[in-house]
Every structure is written in C-alpha cells, then in structure tokens.
C-alpha cells in the first residue's frame, strides 16, 4: 500500500509539472503577444523548458527530477514573489505566479521527502 502511495504522489507530482510547463510557456507567448515583450517570452520559453527537462528526468530518477522542478518552481517563486512585494504590488501576474510557483514546489517535493 505505501509503494502505491508513494507511485501517486510521484504522478501527481509530474502531472502538476507538465502543467505548469504549459502555463510558463503559454504566459511568455502571451506576454510576447499583448506588451511585445521578447523577455517576457524568452524567460517563459527557458523556465518551460527547464520544467519540462525536470519532468522528463523524473522519469528515469524521479528524486533529481521533482527536485529540479522544485528547484525550478521556487526560483521562480522568489523571483515573482520579489517582483509583487518590492516592485509592482499587482496580484496579476506577479502576485499569481508566485503562490502558483510555491505550490508547485510544494506539491514537487512531497514525494521526495514522503
């Protein structure tokens, strides 16, 4: 019953992964397509890859790659979470991203630490 447990938090955690991946992705694409920002789609493209490269690892080590998309999602966590404290104070999509981030790691390194 544990290795089952444990097999289900694995895939939920690597599900949460590849949507968040999407999610990265498509907010560079949209910041590209409504501000014309090449940063915004840069950053987002890049953080998408570097999560999906941590999905696919998991795979093969599941420990190295939920803990790279941990890694990943709360990089991005501290980035937004500076960027809605110290610079914008708009919940959109700064304030968004970094709770959305958080859990994200969260829900990554749960079966690493199970």
């Given at each position: 019953m544990e290795k089952a447990a444990a097999m289900t938090s694995l895939a939920?955690?690597?599900f949460?992964?590849?949507v968040y991946a999407m999610l990265l992705a498509?907010?560079?694409i949209i910041g590209y397509a409504k501000?014309?920002?090449r940063p915004s789609l840069i950053a987002g493209l890049a953080s998408a890859?570097?999560?999906t490269l941590a999905l696919?690892?998991?795979f093969q080590n599941a420990r190295l790659g939920m803990g790279l998309g941990a890694l990943v999602a709360l990089v991005l966590a501290l980035f937004f979470g500076?960027?809605?404290a110290a610079k914008t104070?708009?919940?959109m999509p700064s304030g968004l991203l970094a709770l959305l981030s958080l859990a994200v790691a969260l829900i990554c390194l749960y079966p690493i630490i199970r």
């Open positions: 939920v955690g690597e949460v992964l590849a498509f907010g560079g501000a014309g920002s890859a570097l999560a696919m690892t998991s500076y960027r809605f104070r708009k919940f």
